[in-house]
């Protein structure tokens, strides 16, 4: 895996981790490489959508949505290109997933995960327009749950996994093309799997000897970090943490035309 650093919002190419005089070093090279991706993204964001490769016509998305957080939204949202179908279909995931991740137990005494769970959730259960909530009440149950501080008894249910799988794989389709400037094509296969706390700790020695991207973080609500092969750059690893207690681990492999 080859590893990049991540600087004022924007990934600086060619740096390996280990460096001698970090800050010396950083300060002579990054400032002209920054110059150069603010101008590739310029010409760029203008004729290419970031999800599915489309040339014409543009509108400007962003990638972490606007929902997953409170007012003022950060000023460090990534924004990428996207063509008009795209951008109504992400939208449509994106209050599917901000309901899923602020109901979880694990980002309950998270202050913005809370906010956004007592005001904007709780009024769309009560007027029936939740998605998440038609979706889970059917099979709503009570059961006992592992929590941050211990063990509690919460409602258990039935959610639409596809449409949470949607939302987090569009998220990294539109990271890799503001790293990247391409889209990830379409002929890749996705895996998605949820990480504890203890897992990712266990793991994080062996992200230090192999070197990783990031960490990128946009406000309070999302972190990521992630990793691509050398050989296959669209075979990637990437490591979602929202609220800072769901880590969600999304893997890409990049099948080769037959």
Request: proline share 5%; with cysteine.
């Given at each position: 895996?080859?590893?990049?650093?991540?600087?004022?919002?924007?990934?600086?190419?060619?740096?390996?981790?280990?460096?001698?005089?970090?800050?010396?070093?950083l300060s002579?090279v990054?400032?002209?490489?920054?110059?150069?991706?603010?101008?590739?993204?310029?010409?760029?964001?203008?004729?290419?959508?970031?999800?599915?490769?489309?040339?014409?016509?543009?509108?400007?998305e962003?990638?972490?949505?606007?929902?997953?957080?409170?007012?003022?939204?950060?000023?460090?949202?990534?924004?990428?290109?996207?063509?008009?179908?795209?951008?109504?279909?992400?939208?449509?995931d994106?209050?599917?997933?901000?309901?899923?991740?602020v109901?979880?137990?694990?980002?309950?005494?998270h202050?913005?995960?809370?906010?956004?769970?007592?005001?904007?959730?709780?009024?769309?259960?009560?007027?029936?327009?939740?998605d998440?909530?038609?979706?889970f009440?059917?099979?709503?149950?009570?059961?006992?749950?592992?929590c941050?501080?211990?063990?509690?008894?919460?409602?258990?249910?039935?959610?639409?996994?596809e449409?949470?799988?949607?939302?987090?794989?569009?998220?990294?389709?539109?990271?890799?093309?503001?790293?990247?400037q391409?889209?990830?094509?379409?002929?890749?296969?996705?895996?998605?799997?949820?990480?504890s706390?203890?897992?990712?700790?266990?793991?994080?020695?062996?992200?230090?000897?192999?070197?990783?991207?990031?960490?990128?973080?946009?406000?309070d609500?999302f972190?990521?970090?992630?990793q691509?092969?050398d050989?296959?750059?669209?075979?990637t690893?990437?490591?979602?943490?929202?609220?800072?207690?769901?880590?969600?681990?999304?893997?890409?492999?990049?099948?080769?035309?037959?």
């Amino acid at each position: 895996m080859r590893a990049f650093l991540l600087w004022d919002g924007l990934f600086i190419f060619g740096l390996e981790p280990k460096i001698s005089n970090g800050t010396q070093v950083l300060s002579l090279v990054i400032r002209p490489i920054l110059k150069v991706v603010c101008i590739i993204m310029k010409q760029k964001t203008q004729e290419q959508c970031a999800y599915c490769g489309k040339i014409g016509k543009m509108t400007i998305e962003h990638v972490i949505p606007q929902c997953l957080f409170t007012k003022p939204l950060p000023l460090d949202i990534v924004k990428v290109p996207a063509c008009e179908q795209c951008n109504n279909a992400k939208s449509a995931d994106d209050s599917y997933l901000r309901d899923y991740l602020v109901t979880d137990a694990s980002a309950s005494e998270h202050k913005t995960a809370r906010k956004i769970f007592t005001t904007k959730v709780l009024s769309s259960v009560r007027k029936n327009k939740s998605d998440l909530w038609r979706s889970f009440a059917p099979s709503a149950h009570l059961s006992l749950v592992h929590c941050r501080g211990g063990i509690s008894l919460l409602y258990a249910g039935n959610l639409d996994g596809e449409r949470i799988e949607r939302a987090l794989y569009r998220i990294v389709r539109g990271l890799y093309y503001r790293i990247f400037q391409q889209h990830i094509p379409e002929n890749c296969n996705y895996s998605l799997t949820r990480w504890s706390p203890q897992e990712f700790n266990e793991f994080l020695p062996l992200l230090h000897k192999f070197g990783f991207n990031g960490p990128y973080g946009c406000g309070d609500a999302f972190k990521c970090i992630m990793q691509f092969a050398d050989k296959s750059p669209f075979t990637t690893a990437w490591w979602l943490f929202f609220y800072d207690s769901i880590c969600l681990h999304v893997l890409t492999e990049h099948k080769e035309s037959e």
